[in-house]
């Protein structure tokens, strides 16, 4: 169980949940009993990783207010997911280049929307973090 915890907190963060690095062990089980109702929650690995690649395509190569779009087909009784990534800004903060990234999801008539800031590590990855606006 705490494997999957992590891995939905992963996922959640990746799409701009910055609020839910910062979280205590309580507050983390209670996100993930608010992702398992949502999208993001109920990705499974393939879906999550699919969405991944456009998360770093939309960090590393998309100019801010360009969007990513991102589809996952049906699969068995699983509805398709389709998505938008898109930088929305793009700013300097503690000598790491920051990116605000804003992702609207949809399967089937449920729809939801993140919005979060990354901030480029100095191995290259992109990590969720609170940054002023």
């Known amino acids: 169980m705490q494997a999957r915890r992590i ?14 690095l910062g979280a205590a062990q309580p507050a983390l089980a ?8 949502s999208i993001i929650g109920t990705l499974t690995k393939q879906e999550a990783a699919s969405v991944a690649v456009s998360v770093r395509k939309a960090l590393n190569d998309t100019a801010d207010n360009q969007t990513v779009e991102w589809h996952y087909p049906a ?13 929305i800004a793009t700013k300097t903060d503690k000598g790491q280049t ?4 804003k992702s609207e999801l949809k399967r089937g008539s449920a729809t939801e929307g993140w919005s979060g800031w990354f901030c ?14």
């Open 75 to 87: 699969a068995g009784r699983r509805q398709a997911v389709d998505g938008t990534i898109t930088p």
């Open 98 to 101: 920051c990116r605000r990234l």
């Open 30 to 37: 209670y996100f993930d009993n608010y992702l398992s109702g």
């Open 7 to 20: 891995s939905r907190f992963a996922l959640a963060s990746s799409l701009g949940c910055a609020l839910l």
């Open 120 to 133: 480029k590590q100095s191995d290259g990855t992109w990590k969720a973090r609170q940054v002023a606006d």
